[in-house]
């Protein structure tokens, strides 16, 4: 869905008045696993120092500031779009669902949504999306880092499930050790078959 507005890189910050929410997801380049996003509503009064972009921090960083967003936000929470309905919808459509259900489980109503990149789901509020958001928009630098430390545990547990795959070393992503197992293995429950990686395994 389009949003109402969208802050493009380089233009200035301008949110209207309102509680503000920001939204980002993990997991859209994987082809195995769930994409997970989150949203959280930060404390005024309570600042959390070190948010960015998760990609720009470590495992350990993004487990300490997981801890302090949970303990220290307004309201946060996450939510999942599966393997099933990433393979009916298409990954966007499924990341707008997961981000959809996200904001729909927080304890608190926002005024606004700001949502990384292009694109927003559907929701009774105001949604601005904000490129490049996860790094210049601190309540998506926030949601960014639930959703990836989120999603992460859910591929290290299908690791302990599925070892063949070792998706604890590459959560999902088509690196090459993950190719070179699917090759080897076939596709699991969790590998999303309309990826061409995947479809070109199931098909060959």
């Excluded at 960083?61 to 220290?72: G, M, P, S």
């Excluded at 694109?119 to 999306?129: F, G």
């Excluded at 090459?176 to 197992?181: E, Q």
Aim: net charge neutral; hydrophobic share 45%.
């Amino acid at each position: 869905m389009r949003p109402d507005r969208v802050i493009r890189a380089g233009q200035p910050l301008d949110f209207p008045d309102g509680v503000l929410c920001g939204v980002d997801e993990a997991g859209r380049g994987p082809i195995a696993g769930p994409v997970c996003a989150a949203a959280v509503i930060l404390h005024p009064e309570r600042p959390i120092q070190g948010l960015d972009d998760s990609k720009k921090l470590s495992a350990g960083q993004r487990a300490a500031l997981e801890t302090q967003i949970k303990r220290d936000a307004l309201a946060w929470s996450t939510a999942f779009a599966s393997v099933a309905e990433i393979d009916q919808l298409n990954i966007l459509q499924a990341t707008l669902l997961a981000m959809r259900r996200a904001v729909e489980r927080l304890g608190e109503v926002p005024g606004v949504v700001a949502v990384d990149g292009l694109h927003s789901p559907r929701l009774p509020m105001t949604t601005i999306a904000v490129v490049q958001g996860d790094a210049r928009v601190l309540a998506i630098s926030a949601a960014s880092i639930l959703a990836k430390t989120e999603r992460d545990r859910v591929m290290e547990a299908l690791s302990r499930e599925y070892p063949q795959y070792q998706f604890e070393r590459h959560k999902g992503y088509p690196t090459a050790l993950h190719l070179a197992r699917l090759r080897e293995h076939g596709a699991s429950p969790h590998h999303r078959l309309s990826f061409a990686p995947v479809s070109a395994c199931v098909c060959a």
